[in-house]
């Protein structure tokens, strides 16, 4: 589904704005294979982590090759342009904004110039220091950002391109010692993974508050945000990258260094919601904490009722759990149309109205006179559940009791998940009993904190839980300092009035206009010039 901003959602309400996933990252390194298709595929397993756009950068040793644009992974990529992108190493990216806006420009992998050749870089998370790193950045230009070989000025008003501009501002540092230097200057969630013609790079912020993993292939190494990542392109798990770690692959194998002390505080929020259910995180399934947490959900707040149902397809773990602790039969009170979310173009006014049955029509049959237990993994805003009770009881339902497997969302998160602000969450201020009236359901329940993190099998000190609790474990900045939009009073770029069908065309000429001027060895490739077109 799009937005009226031309933004993807897979939101169940038109104007409803759920917690965003994070971006996906895959890395490859496997000379004899085909490393574009590889990465398109571990791009499509993490397809769920962003919608907006992806890109790809493979590298044969002499010539880095790049082409990315906005969509879906299958909207950007079809067979000529993977063969396009020939070459042993790849890096690859699909994205949703938590810094810069949704646009072309800010696709990634981020790309930059050094005096031994090209880097390309891919990130997941957000950093929370950017300002003061675009003033960094300034000063090791001389004060004057356009003399960046990379994106930075040129449009890109994301994070991630003042990361790839202070890795090729030093011409005197290979790019292994720039990364040793500036990795300890970043402030924030990242996952990093990027490459030069040679060399496949990844790093983890110390506080590994998103996932990476580490896999191996019969002949090369896969970097990728989660393990599912890894099992689709058929890499076997050797084990995360670690908190504060560097790793480098090569012709000469793999080589780790420590540019950090750990000090983990992952999210809780990836077992949560945001990863697939059968990816592995820290040694705990997701699934399997999920379904604990519907299980810890039904012995907190028991009730009497006829039947679980999940809000699909995120509440289906936490109420397959909730069923089989309760001893109340699990169903499948909804249909979801999986297909409503694979199409750009935007509901009319009279669509839109119709709310949650452009993703969601319930069973009739089913649903008539039975007291469900509704579960699912979080409120945000509230609309959703509130058009999803009213659809229930349109229904027919006699009672609907709504059972959520985390704890009330309270505080934004600058790490990586694009989370409404304070004055739009509904359990600002707020006490259960006052969300339940305005949902118009008969009871709600929340998980504990205690019960949430005792599902992931995690120590409570190595959790981040800040949207839930609002002890944030990497210190803020001033609130001007923060936000979606930082750097793009720094970076203006006027798109109006660009045909948004010639996007490729766009992205063509600005990375050719990159590499006249600042010697940047790099081929861009078109990106999907008609995504915005294709179903």
């Known amino acids: 589904m799009a937005r009226a901003d031309g933004r993807l959602s897979h939101d169940l309400l038109p104007e409803e704005r759920l917690p965003q996933d994070a971006c996906g990252v895959f890395g490859v390194w496997a000379p004899g294979e085909e ?138 540092l290979s790019l292994e010692e720039a990364a040793m230097r500036v990795l300890p200057q970043l402030r924030g969630a990242f996952s990093l993974v990027f490459c030069d013609e040679g060399t496949l790079y990844a790093a983890r912020d110390p506080q590994a508050v998103r996932p990476l993993v580490l896999g191996r292939l019969e002949r090369g190494w896969v970097v990728a945000s989660e393990t599912a990542g890894l099992d689709i392109v058929g890499a076997s798990v050797v084990r995360e990258v670690e908190p504060g770690e560097l790793i480098a692959i090569d012709h000469n194998g793999l080589r780790s260094r420590r540019f950090a002390e750990p000090a983990p505080r992952r999210c809780v929020f990836e077992w949560v919601y945001l990863a697939r259910p059968d990816t592995t995180i820290a040694g705990r399934e997701v699934y399997d904490s999920r379904v604990e947490m519907g299980r810890q959900l039904a012995r907190e707040h028991p009730v009497e009722a006829d039947m679980v149902m999940p809000t699909p397809e995120s509440g289906t773990p936490a109420a397959i759990g909730y069923a089989q602790e309760s001893g109340i039969p699990y169903g499948q009170g909804l249909v979801k149309n999986a297909y409503v979310g694979r199409t750009f173009i935007a509901p009319s006014q009279t669509i839109r109205q119709l709310g949650i ?179």
């Not at 907006?52 to 040793?61: F, H, K, L, V």
């Not at 396009?84 to 810094?99: D, K």
């Not at 609790?469 to 300092?481: A, N």
């Open 357 to 535: 049955r452009l993703k969601l029509n319930p069973l009739r049959d089913v649903i008539k006179g039975k007291r469900l237990v509704v579960v699912d993994d979080s409120i945000v805003r509230g609309n959703t559940q509130r058009a999803l009770v009213r659809m229930l009881r349109e229904a027919g339902a006699a009672e609907v009791h709504v059972r959520i497997s985390s704890p009330p969302v309270r505080w934004p998160c600058f790490y990586g998940i694009d989370f409404a602000t304070r004055a739009e969450l509904i359990a600002t201020g707020l006490e259960a009993a006052d969300i339940c009236a305005s949902l118009r359901a008969d009871s709600l329940g929340y998980i504990s904190t205690e019960g949430m993190v005792a599902a992931t099998e995690q120590p409570r000190s190595s959790l981040c839980t800040a949207c839930f609790t609002g002890d944030y474990p990497i210190e803020l900045p001033r609130e001007d300092q923060l936000g979606k939009d930082v750097l793009e009073l720094q970076f203006p770029v006027d798109t109006q009035g660009a045909d948004p069908t010639d996007v490729g065309t766009l992205e063509v000429d600005r990375a050719r206009e990159a590499r006249d001027m600042d010697n940047v060895g790099v081929t861009a490739g078109a990106g999907g010039s008609d995504a915005v077109r294709r179903p």
């Open 35 to 172: 490393v574009a298709k590889l990465t398109y595929y571990g791009l499509y397993a993490l397809q769920h982590r962003g919608q907006e756009a992806a890109g790809i950068a493979t590298s044969d040793g002499q010539r880095l090759v790049v082409y990315k644009d906005v969509g879906l992974v299958s909207q950007v990529f079809d067979e000529s342009a993977l063969a396009s992108l020939q070459g042993h190493l790849a890096v690859g990216h699909c994205r949703y904004s938590t810094t810069g806006r949704n646009s072309w420009q800010n696709a990634q992998p981020t790309l930059g110039g050094t005096a031994e050749g090209t880097v390309a870089l891919a990130h997941n998370g957000n950093l929370i220091n950017t300002s003061e790193l675009r003033d960094v950045l300034r000063e090791m230009l001389g004060g004057d950002l356009s003399r960046s070989t990379g994106e930075v000025g040129r449009g890109n008003t994301t994070d991630t391109a003042i990361v790839t501009g202070m890795l090729t501002a030093d011409p005197d």
